[in-house]
């Protein structure tokens, strides 16, 4: 397989992944990467995620960093945050996530 095409099949196991983060949810970079088999291209996930070309079906929006701090968002932060608190995820006064349980980390069943 060439480079390019690695790169298509990967940005597309990015994108199916994202797209299973329920509503509500949240997931980190290095949860998706690993949920892929690429534990360690957290930052590889997080660039193919900027790229996104569709990002209503493909909610980049749930995929924050480990630390709860939101990260970045094509759209900007701020609309990232809005996107979020519409669905439900509560965030604290810093602007990180407010309730662990909001975590999605791919091992739960889906409803």
């Not at 095409?5 to 949240?26: H, L, N, W």
């Not at 949860?31 to 996930?45: E, F, K, M, N, S």
């Given at each position: ?5 690695a790169?298509?099949?990967f ?23 690993a949920a ?6 957290a930052r ?17 929006h749930r995929?924050v960093?480990?630390?709860g701090n939101l990260g ?14 519409s669905?439900?995820v509560?965030?604290?006064?810093n602007?990180?996530i407010?309730?662990?349980g909001?975590l ?8």
């Amino acid at each position: 397989m060439n480079r390019a095409m690695a790169s298509r099949q990967f940005k597309d196991e990015v994108y199916a992944a994202t797209r299973r983060i329920p509503c509500g949810r949240v997931t980190s970079y290095a949860l998706l990467a690993a949920a892929i088999g690429r534990p360690h291209a957290a930052r590889a996930v997080g660039n193919a995620l900027h790229r996104n070309p569709t990002p209503g079906p493909v909610p980049c929006h749930r995929v924050v960093r480990s630390n709860g701090n939101l990260g970045g968002y094509v759209h900007g932060g701020a609309r990232k945050r809005s996107l979020l608190m519409s669905e439900g995820v509560r965030l604290s006064s810093n602007g990180r996530i407010a309730s662990p349980g909001t975590l999605f980390t791919f091992m739960q069943q889906e409803a």
